[in-house]
């Protein structure tokens, strides 16, 4: 039987949320033929992780979705996330949680075009909806990349992903997911760099 919490949180956050996602989802479909995932599989789970944690809390008070082509099972895949919480909205493009594979070979692709790499994260557009470019760093450096960390320090980090923060009343606003398609388009061009990265 279904309790009366779990009805509310259904028919106030879960459908509503997956009916949003379904639009967004058609409207990238419109410029990226090949996405081909459903809201179920980009929306993550609602409860918490709580094996390591003090705070034992068994929900998040905030629902996720990773827009990529293998959708939340695969966060190393370039795409659009989503967190939608109770006082901002996050809105995130790139590359998280990368394989040493897939980190070895996007710093192959830095290095082998450092100019095009600058060009797309100090774009003007980017850096205006997103800021700069995010993520953890090595602090030594393969000896084959030494050289080029000395041209472009970005090459250090393990992760590269940008982050950009709304406010909440996006959410109920007529243009909510025209105004998620502007940062998709933004974000566009370094995911493709960092796709065709991660494919070698």
Not at 24 to 36: P, Q, S
Not at 143 to 169: G, H, N
Request: net charge positive; aromatic share 12%.
């Amino acid at each position: 039987m279904v309790s009366r919490k779990q009805k509310r949180y259904e028919t106030s956050v879960k459908n509503p949320f997956a009916i949003f996602l379904k639009d967004l989802i058609e409207e990238i479909k419109k410029f990226d033929a090949e996405l081909n995932v459903e809201p179920k599989d980009c929306i993550a789970r609602i409860n918490r992780d709580i094996r390591f944690s003090k705070d034992k809390t068994p929900y998040n008070l905030h629902y996720t979705a990773f827009i990529s082509g293998k959708g939340n099972k695969d966060k190393s895949i370039p795409g659009l996330y989503l967190r939608f919480g109770v006082e901002e909205i996050d809105i995130m493009a790139g590359c998280y949680g990368v394989s040493d594979t897939q980190l070895f070979n996007m710093r192959n692709a830095i290095k082998s075009d450092t100019q095009k790499f600058k060009d797309l994260y100090s774009n003007d557009k980017l850096v205006s909806k997103f800021g700069s470019i995010q993520g953890e760093e090595h602090k030594r450096i393969p000896k084959e990349f030494q050289e080029t960390f000395e041209a472009e320090p970005l090459i250090a980090k393990k992760q590269f992903y940008v982050v950009a923060m709304r406010e909440t009343e996006l959410l109920t606003s007529n243009h909510l997911v025209k105004e998620l398609m502007e940062y998709w388009h933004t974000a566009k061009p370094l995911n493709d760099f960092l796709t065709e990265a991660i494919k070698k």
